[in-house]
């Protein structure tokens, strides 16, 4: 007997349902053949998905601002809605410029070449020959051989976002962006750890280092090897769970979850730290928005707690939680963003506070004059204490903070507890339970430089007139032998006193310097026996100590091969302790002890700005924002030695080096050692070459006088240098340097050919503030104008710096070589 026949309609069925069974990821797609590419233009520079959803390509990131107009990110992106949400990017998220270009090559895969031909970025580990790609409706862009075998995709290289059917196996992650709008790597990470256990933690960037979880699923298996989490899959249907070794399943997801057949869904690891699954109804028009299903974690302000860093917020901020489960962070009332631009950032104080300044500010009268309490309800920088008093009242409590020169803030607690802490405060947050308070130190007014005169002299005033009262009241109150006694002694007093004034004041009058004195021992100790190098230079090497109080100073031992070592050691205590500058290093005390000559100075924690601009992973560059900081900073610090110093004073030796940050990144300008003292009746000085290659000015070579002028062009030098990120020395090699074009010609290049781009390297920050870019490019360039007489004063480069006065074109600063003649716009 035949077996019956299958109808027409069977077989379609049949054929339809084995369709969806074969593992050919290029079915349903349009292929992508090799040599395809888009080129990063306003116009269409994507590839679809075949239903629309998805798109592949160059995006722009102008947002309606015309100086990123240039601007264009590599990524894939939600199509069909409109706020076309990025789910996956290239070039570890640093924009291309206009005209860059995207090829799927047969033996790299994807490669993202510049307008130059450089190539920026490739998808990487391709083994084998690519045949074509695809660009998958689940958003998923796959680049395959001949026989259809995967060979790179997206979901396996995932960025912040998870789609559904997209699995995060062991040893993965996804990392945060830096801002919404900054797609460089940020401080948050969701990771599959080998063990098993899915957790959230933040890192101390610009290092890898991982900071104790704030969220964990515990599926690490510890007590049984088969609960032990296999990998966190974002299912079809939209659930997010981690899939176990023995089969079960661990759901991040919460609640009632809509249909993926209805609505777009995504899981975000957001810039702040907080993981979200959104959903976005499809086809609704311009009415719909992203709504928030469930987040991880429920507090995040209370749950990051980072022993050795920041914590949600930047340092000296605050940390409060909004309705959506976000953290909100600002700055303490009299403290300020470091960055304005990043309102996630550090806070800095608006006043100034240490050991020293309390010891003079006293003379002006009792702490409590000098400084008052802002109090915040249920406030707490948990990770900032050095002291715990207790049992305490609130006001011994405040008192106690008040008079201690290290205390910034008190946290009085639960009606007897009293916690001290210091600056900078890190982990600020907001704790309903807190049931205290925080009082945080501030001052009263503005206090002038302790070596200002103006300062001084209403102490010295106010003494006296206590010591002619006190006098006087004895004087009337006794009879005129004993009066007689009384005058004689204090005359006498007075004269031996004098004597040893002018005894003091004659020995290099170092009392006009306000310094305090220490003897060889009192530094030995302090330094541990100059135990830990910071630095050598031509002069001295310096060593790190602590001083009372715990103090941390650096100290500088001169060496005994330094010529001529007591002139220039008696020129920088008796110059540079008459200089206060918020933009240079501040001597504190000296030694002067037979063979023996060292400085004390005050320690700035984050090192010297060259370590902070050559990093060679572009991920790790400092921000836009705080490198133009820094820059006018060193501005500022030159004018006032150049203008406004009783004495003025030429540098010789403006370089990275020789600059150096404090704990909030203000440039502080150091070594003073090698500069030549001008007095204002002095137009110029002649002297031996100073300084170092790269940053020395072309009238050292050329007999020219030496004025201000060399400051300024090593200035500029150092400028480009921070605009760049680029050393003018060239690129360190197992400690030696690399020949390459000079930087001051290939910027020159840049400049003229419209190529500012190349010159910051797609720096998006730099680049979408472009008219400060362009003008502080060409003040580099009025800057190192070969003729001294061509170039503005310092005082002037701050004017053009700030704003407050306009930048013209600069000439070509090397009038000697060929330069091109005109600016591509």
Not at 672 to 682: I, P, W
Request: with cysteine; hydrophobic share 35%.
């Amino acid at each position: 007997m035949n077996p019956p026949s299958m109808s027409p309609v069977s077989i379609h069925h049949i054929l339809f349902c084995l369709l969806f069974l074969l593992p050919n990821p290029s079915l349903a797609q349009t292929n992508i053949p090799v040599e395809s590419s888009l080129t990063a233009t306003k116009g269409n520079s994507s590839w679809l998905s075949p239903s629309g959803d998805f798109a592949f390509g160059f995006r722009s990131l102008s947002n309606g601002d015309a100086k990123n107009d240039q601007l264009f990110l590599l990524s894939i992106w939600f199509n069909k809605i409109p706020s076309e949400t990025i789910v996956w990017y290239g070039n570890q998220g640093r924009p291309a410029p206009e005209n860059s270009k995207l090829e799927l090559a047969s033996g790299s895969g994807l490669v993202l070449t510049n307008p130059q031909g450089e190539e920026l970025w490739k998808s990487e580990n391709i083994l084998g020959t690519v045949s074509h790609a695809v660009l998958n409706d689940t958003g998923n862009f796959v680049i395959l051989d001949s026989s259809s075998e995967v060979l790179w995709q997206s979901f396996d290289n995932p960025c912040d976002t998870l789609l559904p059917s997209q699995v995060l196996g062991k040893n993965k992650l996804l990392s945060s962006r830096q801002l919404e709008e900054s797609f460089s790597r940020g401080r948050f990470q969701l990771r599959m750890l080998n063990s098993g256990d899915l957790v959230l933690n933040t890192i101390n960037l610009p290092s890898e280092f991982a900071n104790e979880a704030y969220y964990s699923t515990k599926t690490d298996g510890s007590s049984n090897a088969s609960t032990a989490g296999k990998e966190l899959v974002f299912s079809n249907s939209g659930s997010l769970f981690v899939s176990r070794e023995d089969g079960e399943k661990v759901y991040l997801s919460q609640g009632q979850i809509p249909s993926t057949s209805d609505f777009y869904h995504r899981v975000t690891l957001n810039f702040d730290g907080v993981l979200t699954q959104v959903v976005h109804p499809k086809n609704s028009g311009s009415s719909g928005s992203w709504r928030i299903l469930w987040s991880q974690p429920q507090d995040i302000c209370s749950d990051v707690y980072v022993r050795d860093g920041i914590g949600v917020c930047g340092y000296n901020s605050i940390c409060k939680l909004g309705a959506d489960n976000r953290p909100k962070c600002n700055c303490p009332d009299k403290f300020t963003l470091l960055d304005p631009s990043d309102k996630y950032g550090s806070c800095r104080p608006n006043f100034t506070q240490s050991c020293a300044e309390d010891q003079e500010r006293l003379k002006l009268g009792p702490m409590e004059d000098l400084y008052e309490f802002e109090e915040l309800v249920n406030t707490d920088w948990p990770t900032s204490d050095y002291a715990l008093l207790q049992p305490f009242s609130e006001d011994e409590c405040r008192n106690s903070c008040l008079h201690d020169c290290m205390c910034a803030v008190a946290v009085y607690r639960g009606g007897q507890s009293c916690w001290k802490k210091k600056l900078p405060l890190s982990n600020g947050r907001i704790v309903p339970t807190l049931n205290g308070k925080a009082m945080i130190k501030v001052s009263k007014r503005y206090f002038p430089p302790t070596d200002d005169p103006r300062f001084r002299e209403p102490t010295v005033k106010y003494k006296d007139q206590k010591t002619l009262v006190l006098v006087g009241s004895v004087l009337l109150g006794t009879s005129g032998f004993v009066n007689f006694v009384l005058i004689g002694a204090c005359v006498g007093f007075f004269l031996i006193h004098r004597k040893q004034l002018k005894k003091i004041s004659t020995k290099g009058k170092m009392v006009e310097t306000n310094l305090r004195y220490f003897t060889y021992q009192e530094l030995f100790q302090a330094t541990d026996g100059f135990k830990e190098e910071l630095g050598r230079g031509a002069f001295g090497i310096v060593y790190k100590g602590a001083i009372s109080n715990d103090v941390a100073v650096a100290v500088k031992k001169l060496t005994s091969m330094m010529q001529d070592k007591e002139k220039e050691f008696r020129t920088e205590v008796n110059v540079i302790g008459q200089t206060h500058h918020k933009n240079l290093v501040r001597l504190l005390g000296f030694c002067d002890e037979g063979q023996e000559r060292l400085l004390v100075y005050e320690f700035l924690s984050n090192g010297s700005l060259s370590s902070l601009l050559f990093e060679e992973d572009p991920k790790l560059k400092t921000p836009w924002n705080q490198r133009c900081q820094i820059a006018f900073g060193v501005a500022r610090g030159l004018m006032y030695l150049h203008d406004e110093c009783p004495v003025q004073i030429i540098h010789c030796d403006i370089k990275p080096q020789n600059i150096l940050l404090d704990n909030y990144c203000v440039a502080k300008i150091s070594d003073f050692g090698m500069a030549k003292l001008l007095m204002m009746n002095q137009s110029y000085t002649q002297t031996n070459i100073r300084g170092t290659r790269g940053y020395v000015a072309p009238e050292w070579f050329r007999n020219l006088p030496i004025t201000v002028k060399v400051d300024v062009y090593s200035f500029g030098v150092l400028l480009l240098e921070i605009i760049s990120c680029r050393s003018c020395l060239g690129k360190q090699t197992s400690g030696e340097e690399t020949e390459r074009e000079a930087l001051t010609d290939w910027a020159y290049d840049c400049f003229m050919e419209g190529r500012l781009d190349v010159l910051v390297e797609g720096d998006v920050q730099a680049l979408r503030d472009r008219e400060k870019l362009k003008n502080l490019v060409m003040v580099a360039f009025w800057c190192i104008q070969e003729d001294p007489s061509s170039r503005p004063t310092m005082r002037k480069v701050t004017q053009m710096l700030e704003g407050a006065v306009g930048v013209p074109v600069p000439p070509c600063p090397f009038p000697f070589n060929s330069c091109n003649s005109s600016i591509v716009p």
